[in-house]
């Protein structure tokens, strides 16, 4: 391997180095929250005067959107303890304790998927790979060009294409005077954890019912 080619790989390294461990915020989350016993609570502004017991504390915090496993929280740090509150079930609502020893309410929103390959995951996992496709480039006869062409193939797939959009709940529909098509909206809630979506599918009705996502807005 001659002496150029090593430069450029130690370029690259670095410069992955540097994007993937930046330390730059990608808060986009729709609340705060805690995670306890699978469960998402999000966090109010109401004050609990009596707490109970200790019923857990957060075990892992990031404030960069994704799915994270064990008691995750997106506002408070590693050791926040939770409570059960008294005269009422841990299944409504928990008892947060801040940082004055004061308590807050977390209410109760809905399961949390427990995934480690949450989409922040993904999205970096396929940046490795594009970095091990380029040095593998550099150090073989592989043209950069093909590399470049399918990492743009895989990358429009997965994160560009309206087609592998979430389905959602149904919304609304209309269909056009002639009959020929309908349009239906569908709204996605991951609950605290994602922002609403909102999805708008072009039904062909004399295409025996083919579909097509038009339309997409995330933070809706």
Do not use: C
């Not at 997965?158 to 529909?173: D, I, N």
Request: hydrophobic share 40%; charged share 20%.
């Amino acid at each position: 391997m001659n002496s150029k080619k090593i430069f450029r790989i130690v370029i690259v390294f670095i410069l992955s180095i540097s994007i993937l461990f930046s330390n730059k915020s990608l808060v986009s989350w729709a609340y705060a929250f805690v995670v306890w016993d699978d469960y998402v609570y999000v966090v109010t502004d109401i004050q609990v005067d009596e707490v109970d017991k200790e019923i857990g504390h957060v075990t892992k915090y990031s404030d960069r959107e994704g799915t994270y496993s064990g008691n995750f929280s997106n506002t408070y740090p590693k050791g926040t303890k939770y409570y059960s509150i008294q005269g009422i079930n841990t299944e409504e609502a928990i008892a947060i304790q801040e940082d004055d020893g004061t308590y807050i309410q977390a209410t109760r929103d809905g399961e949390y998927t427990s995934n480690k390959y949450g989409i922040n995951n993904v999205i970096t996992l396929a940046f490795i790979g594009a970095i091990i496709l380029v040095i593998i480039s550099l150090v073989t006869s592989i043209p950069i060009t093909l590399i470049l062409v399918l990492l743009g193939i895989f990358l429009y797939t997965f994160f560009v294409s309206m087609e592998s959009l979430p389905k959602g709940e149904f919304l609304v529909e209309e269909s056009s005077s002639d009959g020929k098509f309908t349009l239906k909206a569908y709204v996605t809630n991951g609950g605290a954890t994602t922002s609403y979506g909102v999805r708008g599918e072009l039904v062909f009705n004399e295409k025996k019912g083919k579909t097509k996502n038009i339309y997409w807005n995330y933070r809706e």
